[in-house]
């Protein structure tokens, strides 16, 4: 297997497996209002680890789900994962500079980002209360929850999901 067949392979395993956290863990995690969105947060880490590679299908795909399994408006997920996705990959290709801090702070204003806003469009179908409800009592925990799960989910996709970077003639191998 070529390497972008083993990245394409660990992507659609890590898939189901934000599907299956999703479904099973989820649930049993939340604190009131506020459950963790694994999807959200696996479609904006491979955004991330696999810039060039990853487009708008898994998002929309993982985005569908995660809008069928809740009871939120079908469609809001999935739009705001493909903006999301987009706009993190590219803020990903402009400001890589080789460090950890990028990609983290991506991730990090991303999720919140997606949460605030499907926190604007629960108000907008009347299925928040409040704007107070929505962001203090949903936005803000779920932000949280899929901060920590992104965070998490980072130095595992790094690993099995990067495409290896080509060594630089006279650099050490690493063993």
Same mark, same amino acid.
């Given at each position: 297997?070529?390497? +972008?067949?083993?990245?394409?392979?660990?992507? #659609?395993?890590?898939?189901?497996?934000?599907?299956?956290?999703?479904?099973?863990?989820?649930?049993?995690?939340?604190?009131?209002?506020?459950?963790?969105? *694994?999807?959200?947060?696996?479609?904006?880490?491979?955004?991330?680890?696999?810039?060039?590679?990853?487009?708008?299908?898994?998002? *929309?795909?993982?985005?569908?789900?995660?809008? =069928?399994?809740? %009871?939120?408006?079908? +469609?809001?997920?999935?739009?705001?994962?493909?903006?999301?996705?987009?706009?993190?990959?590219?803020?990903? *290709?402009?400001?890589?500079?080789?460090? #950890?801090?990028?990609?983290?702070?991506?991730?990090?204003?991303?999720?919140?980002?997606?949460? =605030?806003?499907?926190?604007?469009?629960?108000? +907008?179908?009347?299925? %928040?209360?409040?704007?107070?409800?929505?962001?203090?009592?949903?936005? #803000?925990?779920?932000?949280?929850?899929?901060?920590?799960?992104? #965070?998490?989910? *980072?130095?595992?996709?790094?690993?099995?999901?990067?495409? %290896?970077?080509?060594?630089?003639? +006279?650099?050490?191998? =690493?063993?």
């Amino acid at each position: 297997m070529t390497d +972008g067949g083993r990245g394409f392979a660990a992507t #659609l395993v890590g898939a189901a497996l934000a599907v299956a956290l999703q479904c099973v863990v989820a649930p049993n995690i939340a604190l009131a209002s506020a459950m963790p969105n *694994f999807l959200a947060a696996f479609a904006l880490v491979a955004a991330v680890v696999r810039p060039e590679a990853t487009g708008p299908v898994l998002a *929309f795909a993982l985005g569908l789900v995660f809008d =069928l399994l809740g %009871a939120g408006p079908v +469609g809001a997920m999935a739009f705001l994962l493909v903006l999301a996705t987009f706009l993190a990959s590219r803020a990903f *290709f402009a400001l890589d500079n080789d460090t #950890l801090f990028i990609p983290v702070a991506i991730l990090l204003c991303s999720m919140l980002l997606v949460e =605030l806003f499907y926190a604007v469009f629960l108000m +907008g179908t009347g299925l %928040a209360a409040s704007p107070l409800d929505a962001f203090l009592y949903r936005a #803000l925990p779920c932000a949280l929850y899929d901060c920590v799960a992104a #965070l998490v989910m *980072f130095p595992v996709a790094l690993r099995f999901m990067a495409p %290896a970077k080509p060594r630089q003639p +006279g650099s050490p191998r =690493l063993r």
